[in-house]
T-cell receptor, first 113, second 116 residues
Framework: AQSVTQLGSHVSVSEGALVLLRCNYS??????LFWYVQYPNQGLQLLLK??????LVKGINGFEAEFKKSETSFHLTKPSAHMSDAAEYFC???????????FGPGTRLSVLP | GAVVSQHPSWVICKSGTSVKIECRSL??????MFWYRQFPKQSLMLMAT?????????EQGVEKDKFLINHASLTLSTLTVTSAHPEDSSFYIC????????????FGDGTRLSIL
């Protein structure tokens, strides 16, 4: 079975500062990992995904995430926060078999001027 | 990129009526679609997994007769909330994915359902 934890339900950063959103997972098999962003009253948009290969994954809007197997982590980062990054962010894990995705509880990112 | 269209985006209706929500994959064939419910400031709660041409698989605690799911084609799944009541008011989101273990889910924009 898979599970996901996201440390910090709410993260605040200043505009231009580094964004770091934490995601840790547990999986008995090699996982596929995803980050999604959700703006108010909208669905989720895929930011990036890790399946195999390079452990540093680049996504849209300047975000990237690094898969660290030894730490069972897939933290999301962005060098410089923009006001438009304020949203809810969800980490998700999927086993390489089956259909089910497991979503984390989400982290709300606030960007302060 | 893969686009999922969900309609309607907002529904307000009286208690006792049935509401149908459509989820379409516009530029890919979705063998599997998912229906989620999201409460304010919470994560997604999976309601059911829908495979084209077969019965949906419902999560524990989700009433099959209340939330009817039909996945009649590779591009369309519908969720019908039957005899809706105020406690059914919520944000419903669908997603779809292409076949293949590495494929992500692509989400619709959600439907805000308000039952008066």
């Amino acid at each position: 079975a898979q599970s996901v934890t996201q440390l910090g339900s709410h993260v605040s950063v200043s505009e231009g500062a580094l964004v770091l959103l934490r995601c840790n997972y547990s999986s008995s098999v090699p996982p596929y990992l995803f980050w999604y962003v959700q703006y108010p009253n909208q669905g989720l948009q895929l930011l990036l995904k890790y399946t195999t290969g390079a452990t540093l994954v680049k996504g849209i809007n300047g975000f990237e995430a690094e898969f660290k197997k030894s730490e069972t982590s897939f933290h999301l980062t962005k060098p410089s926060a923009h006001m438009s990054d304020a949203a809810e962010y969800f980490c998700a894990v999927k086993a390489d078999y089956g259909q089910n995705f497991v979503f984390g509880p989400g982290t709300r990112l606030s960007v302060l001027p | 990129g893969a686009v999922v269209s969900q309609h309607p985006s907002w529904v307000i209706c009286k208690s006792g009526t049935s509401v149908k929500i459509e989820c379409r994959s516009l530029d890919f064939q979705a063998t599997t679609m998912f229906w989620y419910r999201q409460f304010p400031k919470q994560s997604l709660m999976l309601m059911a997994t829908s495979n084209e041409g077969s019965k949906a698989t419902y999560e524990q605690g989700v009433e099959k007769d209340k939330f009817l799911i039909n996945h009649a084609s590779l591009t369309l799944s519908t969720l019908t909330v039957t005899s809706a009541h105020p406690e059914d008011s919520s944000f419903y989101i669908c997603s779809a994915r292409e076949p293949g273990p590495q494929e992500p889910q692509h989400f619709g924009d959600g439907t805000r359902l308000s039952i008066l």
